[in-house]
């Protein structure tokens, strides 16, 4: 059975540092099973999920990165990314920054029972957050109608379409 891990790494912003956390990964044999990064002004975050045949405890593995320790998480239970009987969709949002953009499209998310898969913010010239969200196949159309309102209702624009996952 493979041991599963969090890595969570956060630094000022730089080059080179996917390319150190990767080698440092690779030289030990880990795999890296799936992966979020970004910048957040100027600081770079980074969560990987990696997998082990051998079970290390955080102490080691933080000591491998030297200057940049990773928070590590062991985990159990991991299973498929993408779940045989999901939908996924994009929703966009666009308009003024203020507060509560977030929250108001979250909340009428949860209230339906949809999952947020991921979530990105950015401001370019107006804000701009972008989710990819996953339900049930065959769910009910009406969550995009409450959304769209919900979005209205701030004073924004919104966009939803349906993905479509492919196998490599």
């Given at each position: ?13 730089r080059p080179g540092i996917v390319a150190f956390v990767a080698k440092v990964l690779y030289e030990r044999g880990f795999n890296i099973k799936d992966s ?56 966009s949002v666009y308009g003024a920054d203020k507060p509560g953009i977030v929250f108001t499209i979250a ?62």
């Amino acid at each position: 059975m493979k041991n599963s891990y969090i890595l969570t790494f956060v630094s000022n912003d730089r080059p080179g540092i996917v390319a150190f956390v990767a080698k440092v990964l690779y030289e030990r044999g880990f795999n890296i099973k799936d992966s979020s990064s970004t910048r957040l002004s100027e600081i770079f975050s980074m969560n990987l999920l990696v997998e082990h045949e051998e079970d290390f405890d955080a102490k080691t593995i933080q000591s491998w990165f030297s200057q940049l320790p990773p928070v590590v998480h062991k985990i159990s239970g991991v299973k498929a990314s993408v779940e045989a009987g999901e939908e996924h969709f994009m929703v966009s949002v666009y308009g003024a920054d203020k507060p509560g953009i977030v929250f108001t499209i979250a909340d009428v998310l949860a209230q339906e029972g949809i999952n947020i898969v991921d979530l990105q913010t950015r401001i370019s010239g107006v804000y701009v957050m972008v989710l990819e969200i996953s339900l049930p196949m065959d769910y009910p159309d009406a969550w995009i109608q409450k959304v769209k309102d919900a979005a209205k209702s701030i004073k924004t624009d919104i966009s939803v379409r349906k993905l479509e996952i492919f196998e490599l």
